[in-house]
């Protein structure tokens, strides 16, 4: 079945540091690829997207490549603030596989210090 | 402006007993998930919907059932609530597997 993968947390860094949160998947279909963050106490938003290979989603300075060569969605920011502290969600949905539901990975943590 | 609400927020309940958390949306969206959020597991998918009166299983579905008689509503009821059943639950709605699903703020429950 679909799977996604990403990098275990925490991920602590300083203000203005760059962020690297690794991401990759299995899928059977063509999936699209998808990166939510949760802040403490809410649920999930989205943050960016991708819908087909070398697609770039970027939203907020975040930003992620679709490789289906490497079948990885790495999410990247330049500089990164305290207020990106949260815990961000790498998704993918398969439609061709299993139609609309998005599958987790297991979500990383982020804590930037002032 | 067009929302997905869950309630109660927060639920203690005790082991046996039978459990219902709501979750209503207004985007009109034919899809709706059930989703719990645990430490070390993600979000894991227990039900979903694509329609009125369509219900499928997802991966951890046991102990748990929905019921589609409207596009708003997707109600998750727990049979009879288990200690392992103690988490954070989300629901979510989408238009489709391209586009964004968005999520309520979460029903806590607890079950003692």
């Known amino acids: 079945g679909d799977s996604v993968t990403q990098m275990e947390g925490p991920v602590t860094l300083s203000e203005e540091a760059f962020l690297t949160i690794n991401c990759t998947y299995t899928a059977t279909g063509y999936p699209s690829l998808f990166w939510y963050v949760q802040y403490p106490g809410e649920g999930l938003q989205l943050l960016l997207k991708?819908?087909?290979?070398?697609d770039k989603g970027s939203n907020k300075g975040f930003e992620a490549t679709y490789r289906k060569e490497t079948t990885s969605f790495h999410l990247e920011k330049g500089s990164v603030q305290v207020s990106d502290s949260a815990v961000y969600f790498c998704a993918l949905s398969d439609l061709g596989n299993a139609g609309n539901m998005l599958t987790f990975g297991g979500g990383t943590r982020l804590m930037v210090k002032p | 402006d067009a929302e997905i609400t869950q309630s109660p927020r927060h639920k203690i309940t005790e082991t046996g007993r039978q459990v219902t958390l709501a979750c209503h949306q207004t985007w009109n969206h034919n899809n709706m998930f059930w989703y719990r959020q645990d430490l070390g597991h993600g979000l894991r998918l227990i039900h979903y919907s694509y329609g009125v009166q369509d219900t499928n299983k997802g991966e951890v579905s046991d102990g748990y059932s929905v019921s589609r008689s409207n596009t708003e509503d997707l109600p998750l009821t727990l049979e009879s609530a288990a200690s392992s059943q103690t988490s954070v639950y989300f629901c979510?709605?989408?238009?489709?597997?391209?586009?964004?699903?968005?999520f309520g703020q979460g029903t806590r429950l607890t079950v003692v």
């Open positions: 979510a709605s989408s238009e489709d597997g391209n586009t964004e699903a968005f």
């Open positions: 991708a819908t087909k290979a070398d």
